[in-house]
């Protein structure tokens, strides 16, 4: 089985490209800056991930997908090579995305676009400010009917 997923935000804004011919067919290629579990030395780490999506999925990725936003994808590891103009065997490592999903609210995600871009931080939305998440109050354990 060859299965992937991942989450982690765009280092760039995608580039998508049309195949020619009578049906053209969109492909969409970006990079995913995906954290790593564990820190070393107690600075954070990350993987940077090339992935590739085709037809409709390429079209959404055009249409919605920026730099630095957050979102998750599910797909399959594609190996291959080509030689380049200097006669040098190169080998690649990709993700072809089947399925892929925004992975934080559109006022999260334009707070945190915010702050990637530029290197001053942008506060967090408050609790309330519509991010699309409700609020639970303290206490509310005692009146599910489960635990």
């Given at each position: 089985?060859?299965?992937?997923?991942?989450?982690?935000?765009l280092?760039?804004?995608?580039?998508?490209?049309?195949?020619?011919g009578?049906?053209?067919?969109?492909i969409?290629?970006y990079?995913?800056?995906v954290?790593?579990?564990?820190?070393?030395?107690g600075?954070?780490?990350?993987?940077?991930?090339?992935?590739?999506?085709f037809?409709?999925?390429?079209?959404?990725?055009e249409?919605?997908?920026?730099?630095?936003?957050?979102?998750?994808?599910?797909g399959?590891?594609?190996?291959?090579?080509?030689t380049?103009?200097d006669?040098v065997?190169?080998?690649t490592?990709?993700?072809?995305v089947?399925e892929?999903?925004?992975?934080e609210?559109?006022?999260?995600?334009?707070?945190?676009a915010?702050?990637y871009?530029?290197?001053?931080?942008?506060p967090?939305?408050?609790?309330?400010?519509?991010?699309g998440?409700?609020?639970?109050?303290?206490?509310?354990?005692?009146?599910?009917?489960f635990?």
């Amino acid at each position: 089985m060859n299965k992937v997923i991942l989450m982690g935000r765009l280092t760039r804004d995608p580039e998508v490209r049309y195949s020619q011919g009578e049906n053209p067919l969109a492909i969409a290629r970006y990079t995913l800056a995906v954290d790593r579990r564990f820190k070393r030395d107690g600075e954070a780490t990350a993987d940077f991930i090339s992935c590739v999506s085709f037809g409709k999925t390429a079209e959404h990725v055009e249409r919605y997908y920026r730099q630095g936003l957050k979102v998750t994808v599910c797909g399959r590891i594609q190996t291959g090579s080509y030689t380049n103009k200097d006669g040098v065997k190169v080998y690649t490592t990709e993700v072809v995305v089947e399925e892929q999903e925004f992975a934080e609210s559109k006022a999260v995600s334009d707070a945190n676009a915010g702050s990637y871009r530029s290197a001053a931080p942008t506060p967090a939305p408050a609790a309330d400010a519509g991010d699309g998440f409700m609020n639970i109050p303290d206490g509310i354990d005692e009146e599910l009917p489960f635990n």
